[in-house]
């Protein structure tokens, strides 16, 4: 049989109907969890304004300098969400939520888009259900929203799950943190790859989630964000 004249965009899939049933128990075991702890379903739209995301996630993130997909028209420039968050928070202020009775429990299940070079559990087009706790700051709403997310995957058999968590503060913890991080990664510069020379002027806390075997090394004994932590910020980690 002849290839088809089109075919679908690389690392986008289609859901034929033999795959169906995954796809559907994994939204029908997220309904359940988000039913159980009241949260409350939102869906926004595939297009945002491209600031957003620019601010929201950050410029000199590589979502946004590398991976966003955009739309521009005569006058206006959208992004295809590349991630949850920031267009649910857009949602949060532009419909008054913060009215609600706090916290304001939502989430989704939707397909995002980022461009990058597909490869084993990474797709340009890829589904992704989230839980977003808005208006209140407790250690008790944290926990909560891990343990929603791993009595789902239990319920999903996944096995062998571990739990690792962190902190990375409030701006005065990051301001102080990223000073000693600058000092370090300076006196490594060397030996970081060229994504991570570039990160280390725009936005060096980004270094740290370089999957470059090079750069392992030198993240592994970089200052840890925990040891700067300030008072609140390490008394509500320690409840967590």
């Given at each position: 049989?002849?290839?088809?004249e089109?075919?679908s965009?690389?690392?986008?899939?289609?859901?034929l109907?033999?795959?169906?049933?995954?796809?559907?128990k994994?939204t029908?075991?997220?309904k359940?969890?988000?039913?159980?702890y009241r949260?409350?379903?939102?869906?926004?739209?595939v297009?945002?304004?491209?600031?957003?995301?620019?601010?929201?996630?950050?410029?000199?993130?590589?979502?946004?300098q590398?991976?966003?997909?955009?739309v521009?028209?005569?006058?206006d420039?959208?992004?295809?969400?590349?991630?949850?968050?920031?267009?649910?928070?857009?949602?949060?202020?532009?419909?008054?939520?913060?009215?609600?009775?706090?916290?304001?429990?939502?989430?989704?299940?939707?397909?995002f888009?980022?461009?990058?070079?597909?490869?084993?559990?990474?797709?340009?087009?890829?589904?992704?259900f989230?839980?977003?706790?808005?208006?209140?700051?407790?250690?008790?709403?944290d926990?909560?929203?891990?343990?929603?997310?791993?009595?789902?995957?239990?319920n999903?058999?996944?096995?062998?799950?571990?739990?690792q968590?962190?902190?990375?503060?409030?701006?005065?913890?990051r301001?102080?943190?990223?000073?000693?991080?600058?000092?370090y990664?300076?006196?490594?510069?060397d030996?970081?790859?060229?994504?991570?020379?570039?990160?280390?002027e725009?936005?060096?806390?980004?270094?740290?989630?370089?999957?470059?075997?090079?750069?392992?090394?030198?993240?592994?004994?970089?200052p840890?964000?925990?040891?700067?932590?300030?008072?609140?910020?390490?008394?509500?980690?320690?409840?967590?």
């Amino acid at each position: 049989m002849a290839d088809p004249e089109f075919h679908s965009p690389t690392g986008m899939h289609d859901i034929l109907p033999d795959q169906q049933k995954y796809y559907e128990k994994i939204t029908r075991a997220v309904k359940e969890m988000a039913d159980f702890y009241r949260f409350q379903r939102i869906t926004t739209p595939v297009l945002e304004d491209k600031e957003l995301f620019e601010r929201g996630t950050g410029t000199s993130t590589d979502v946004v300098q590398k991976q966003m997909y955009t739309v521009k028209t005569k006058n206006d420039e959208f992004a295809m969400r590349p991630e949850g968050t920031p267009g649910i928070a857009r949602a949060y202020i532009e419909h008054g939520m913060k009215s609600w009775p706090k916290p304001v429990r939502l989430w989704y299940l939707e397909p995002f888009f980022r461009h990058e070079k597909p490869q084993a559990g990474r797709s340009r087009e890829f589904h992704q259900f989230g839980f977003e706790v808005l208006g209140q700051q407790s250690p008790a709403i944290d926990v909560q929203v891990i343990q929603v997310f791993y009595h789902l995957l239990k319920n999903l058999k996944i096995e062998d799950l571990i739990i690792q968590i962190n902190s990375i503060g409030c701006p005065s913890c990051r301001a102080r943190y990223k000073e000693d991080l600058v000092d370090y990664l300076e006196d490594h510069e060397d030996d970081l790859c060229g994504d991570c020379e570039r990160r280390l002027e725009e936005n060096p806390l980004r270094v740290l989630d370089c999957k470059n075997q090079q750069c392992q090394p030198i993240i592994k004994d970089a200052p840890q964000i925990v040891d700067y932590l300030c008072k609140e910020c390490h008394n509500h980690f320690k409840q967590v």
